[in-house]
Structure formats: C-alpha cells, structure tokens
C-alpha cells in the first residue's frame, strides 16, 4: 500500500457519460497530481493541485476537470466521454515539488464503450 | 514530441545478463527520477538524482545523471525475472513548476 488512495479501481461508461474520479494523497502530501497512461502515449501529465489550489496544467481536455479539497483529496471530472478516453488514471502526491519524488496509487482503470 | 526519449522500447533478456536503459532530452532537468512500474500498479520510486554526472546504486542497479543533465541510463546487473517491469524515466523540468515530465517507458523481460 503506498497511502495514496483512487477509488474505483475500475469503471466501465458509455460514450457521453461523466464520471467522477477520486484519490486520497499519502498523509502529509499537500501536492496531487493526475497523469492518464495510456498504451500509445506514456504517462501524460494532466493537472496539479497543491493545498486546494491549482498549480500546473498540462494537456488536459476543456470536458476534463479536477478540485482538491479542503482536505486535500482531489477528484478528477471527466464528461461528454469519448472512446479515446479509455485509460489508466493515475494520481501522485508529493510533499512539495519533486524533489522527494511522487507515491501513486494503484490507478483507475476506465473503459468507455 | 516526447520530451524525455527513452531506449530501447522493449527489452528481453535471459537472467543473469546485464542491460542498460537509456534516457534522452534535450531540455535540461533539475532532478530526474527512476520509477518502476508492473502490471495493475502505479509507478514505484527507485531513485532521484540530483546532480550532473552523480551516479546512484541500489542494490543491482547503477543511476547515472549526464554531466548536462540531459540524459541519465539505468545499468541492471546479472538482471533477475522479479526485475521484469515497465521502467520509466521522469524529468523536473527548470522552471519554477512542479510536474515531471515522464518517458515512454522501457518494457524489460528477463527470462527465467
């Protein structure tokens, strides 16, 4: 168990649905980050957050979009879903920047049909 | 274009060879990272290295930073089946931002 927690491990939609993704970071991390993995293109970095507040964006689709909370869990909304969103959602955390490194979870599996 | 250029893509060898994974940029990092990752898990840490030319070691494992800190390389040892992953490498980039930058990935088997 690294402490970083996604729920669910898996999910199977339809095209057009919205689904809701939810990670738990290790206890003391104040940064989370979501990258999608997929088979063609690698890790691909999506957004961060830090202490409730955006940080960093990267190629992240306008139909996608992500809020920590005051307790620093994160969710990842994604909507109007297409096939091509089939991938593994991974979160991180981290302390603060990178120096230490990410803990991911184990990911969130997403398969839209 | 992928930032962080990784080679090969996929490796299989028999236990007990030694292999080398590279990693490639053109940018240059403050840090770069070495994570692990096998089926239905998230990547795992191996290592951070920090400055140019430093050289880690973990177990088997030897980490190189380039003296540019550009590239980097992983040298696995009389590599063994429980080292059989997905190798990436990932780079923090110069600018005041937090977010690695990750590599496509080194497919590594090593048969019994």
């Known amino acids: 168990d690294s402490g970083v927690t996604q729920t669910p491990k898996h999910l199977i939609t339809a095209t057009g649905q919205r689904v809701t993704l939810r990670c738990s970071p290790r206890?003391?991390?104040?940064?989370v980050y979501w990258y999608q993995q997929s088979l063609d293109q690698g890790l691909q970095f999506l957004i961060q957050?830090?202490?409730?507040?955006?940080?960093a964006k990267g190629n992240i689709l306008e139909r996608f979009s992500a809020q920590q909370f005051p307790d620093l869990h994160s969710e990842l909304n994604l909507s109007s879903l297409e096939l091509g969103d089939s991938a593994l959602y991974f979160c991180?955390?981290?302390?603060?920047?990178?120096?230490?490194?990410?803990?991911f979870g184990s990911g969130t599996r997403l398969t839209v049909v | 274009t992928q930032l962080l250029e990784q080679s090969p893509q996929f490796l299989s060898i028999q236990e007990g060879e030694n292999l080398t994974v590279y990693c490639n940029s053109s940018s240059v990092f403050s840090s770069l990272q070495w994570y692990r990752q096998e089926p239905g898990e998230g990547p795992v840490l191996l290592v951070t290295v920090v400055t140019g030319g430093e050289v880690k070691k973990l177990k088997r494992l030897t980490f190189q930073f380039g003296d540019a800190r550009k590239d980097s390389s992983l040298h696995i040892t009389a590599a063994q089946p429980g080292d059989t992953g997905l190798y990436l490498c990932?780079?923090?980039?110069?600018?005041?931002?937090?977010?690695?930058?990750f590599g496509s990935g080194t497919r590594l088997l090593v048969r019994p």
């Open positions: 957050y830090y202490n409730g507040e955006e940080r």
């Open positions: 206890s003391g991390d104040l940064s």
């Open positions: 991180a955390s981290s302390v603060a920047g990178v120096g230490n490194g990410y803990t």
């Open positions: 990932a780079g923090a980039r110069m600018d005041s931002s937090y977010k690695l930058i």
